[in-house]
Nanobody
Framework: QVQLVESGGGSVQAGGSLRLSCVTSGYTVSRCEGWFRQAPGKEREGVAGVDYEGRVNYADSVKGRFTISRDKDKNTLYLQMNSLKPEDTAMYYC???????????????????WGQGTQVTVSS
């Protein structure tokens, strides 16, 4: 059974940093894994993704500030977030995909498996 459990969210002032973790279980290899976020009243957006060949993709809004990585030994996907801005405030979700196309190295809405999310709040 595939499971993804996020943690590491919280409240931080603008300019601060957070590291999100996503502990995965029920699989060893996926086509891609990624982080998404959804702010109130907005659509969910892909933040960062990595595919099975190691190709990484970031949303323009987070390039140079966020880094996605994976520790295979710990079965954990990370999102290091630096220089946080108030507009980064959102619920953050990790996801994995095993049969989708993984466009831009991101799991698909239709075929992805999702965690429950962790809240990130950035104050100005």
């Amino acid at each position: 059974q595939v499971q993804l459990v996020e943690s590491g969210g919280g409240s931080v002032q603008a300019g601060g940093s957070l590291r999100l973790s996503c502990v995965t279980s029920g699989y060893t290899v996926s086509r891609c894994e990624g982080w998404f976020r959804q702010a109130p009243g907005k659509e969910r957006e892909g933040v960062a993704g990595v595919d099975y060949e190691g190709r990484v993709n970031y949303a323009d809004s987070v390039k140079g500030r966020f880094t996605i990585s994976r520790d295979k030994d710990k079965n954990t996907l990370y999102l290091q977030m630096n220089s946080l801005k108030p507009e980064d405030t959102a619920m953050y979700y990790c996801a994995a995909d095993f049969r989708g196309r993984c466009l831009s190295s991101l799991p698909s809405d239709e075929t992805g498996y999702w965690g429950q999310g962790t809240q990130v709040t950035v104050s100005s």
